[in-house]
């Protein structure tokens, strides 16, 4: 919500990181040159990807409680995006948990059906689904960047995962498809895949 300067508003609670998060893409978000009406928009659509996670995830040291952020942060920080609908899709999409994912037609009534229909269109990995990679080298290139921005920073704490099969199967996945798309979409997001494959193979698997 804007205040009459036209700078976002935000509760101070020391103790709130995902408002600490809000506040740190706010600074990212003027820095690249998104408008005044892109700060509203994606202070909007991070309160709203934070919903489900300040009910489900049981605290707010959770490894996924500030996906939604950091995924935005990654556009703008490693692919230099300022598009506001981009990084508003980037705080909504949800690759990995489906109990965290918010429904589209509430993204709808709250931020639009453009909104809406950018975030359920999203290529995602989905079991016995269509296919991965078809998905994502069909898709616009702003729905691609937002994919693997979103994918990358769930794969950047796939540490944490307790399921080492799930783990593996993270990292086979990122060699054969994401891995792959990257490089072909963008060099700094191919640069962060490549290390993470190198990282995670020596460290935990």
């Known amino acids: ?40 928009l994606l202070a909007r659509a991070h309160t709203l990807a934070m919903e489900p996670r300040r009910t489900r995830l049981g605290g707010q040291r959770h ?12 556009l703008l920080l490693d692919a ?12 909504l999409a949800e690759s990995e948990r489906e109990d965290l994912r918010v429904p589209g037609g ?20 989905v079991p016995d689904g269509p296919d991965l990679m078809e998905l994502l080298v069909t898709a616009e290139d702003g729905a691609r960047l937002v994919a ?18 799930a783990r593996r199967a993270a990292h086979a996945q990122a060699v054969e498809v994401w891995a792959p798309v990257a490089a072909r979409t963008h060099p700094r997001l191919a640069d962060r895949y490549r290390w993470w494959i190198g990282m995670f193979s020596r460290r935990h698997l």
Request: hydrophobic fraction near 45%; avoid cysteine.
């Open 80 to 91: 230099a995006v300022a598009e506001p609908l981009l990084l508003a899709g980037a705080t």
């Open 1 to 40: 919500m804007s205040d009459d300067t036209g700078s976002l508003r935000f509760r101070r609670d020391e103790g709130d990181r995902g408002l600490h998060m809000e506040l740190r893409l706010e600074r990212a978000a003027k820095k690249a040159g998104v408008p005044g009406e892109g700060l509203e």
């Open 63 to 74: 490894p996924d409680f500030l996906h939604p952020g950091r995924s935005a942060l990654i």
């Open 148 to 165: 693997l921005a979103e994918r990358l920073d769930h794969l950047r704490h796939a540490h944490l995962w307790t399921d080492l099969a």
């Open 106 to 125: 509430r993204i709808a009534a709250a931020l639009g059906e453009a909104v809406a229909g950018f975030v359920t269109g999203l290529p995602s990995p």
